[in-house]
Nanobody, 123 residues
């Protein structure tokens, strides 16, 4: 499975961005999808995850109430709507996929990763 993120960019604090992650290849399998981010000098951080059917989601406290994950399986795409952005949200954002199972939050549990997209929030 190949994952390609898009939608990153530069935005002012309080603004919004929507990231997309398009999957290709072995897309007939059922995948749990997740979003992570990594700021310079920091470890990769879990943000959110969504079940195959989209009926179960989980968010890190740092983004709860501001970010929303969703997916369109017909388009093999998962989205991350980010509102009320803060300078501390600045990072490279990665989407990840895990075949079957329950939603998980550890990076090591995901099998496929995109190349990342940069999000920069100015103050």
């Amino acid at each position: 499975v190949q994952l390609v993120e898009s939608g990153g960019g530069l935005v002012q604090a309080g603004g919004s961005l929507r990231l997309s992650c398009a999957a290709s290849g072995r897309t007939n399998s059922r995948y749990i999808m997740g979003w992570f981010r990594q700021a310079p000098g920091k470890e990769r951080e879990f943000i959110t995850t969504i079940s195959w059917r989209g009926d179960s989601t989980y968010y890190a406290d740092s983004v709860k109430g501001r970010f929303t994950i969703s997916r369109d399986n017909a388009k093999n795409t998962v989205y991350l709507q980010m509102n009320s952005l803060k300078p501390e949200d600045t990072a490279v954002y990665y989407c990840a996929a895990k075949i079957l199972g329950h939603i998980v939050t550890r990076a090591s549990q995901y099998e496929y990763w995109g190349q990342g997209t940069q999000v920069t929030v100015s103050s």
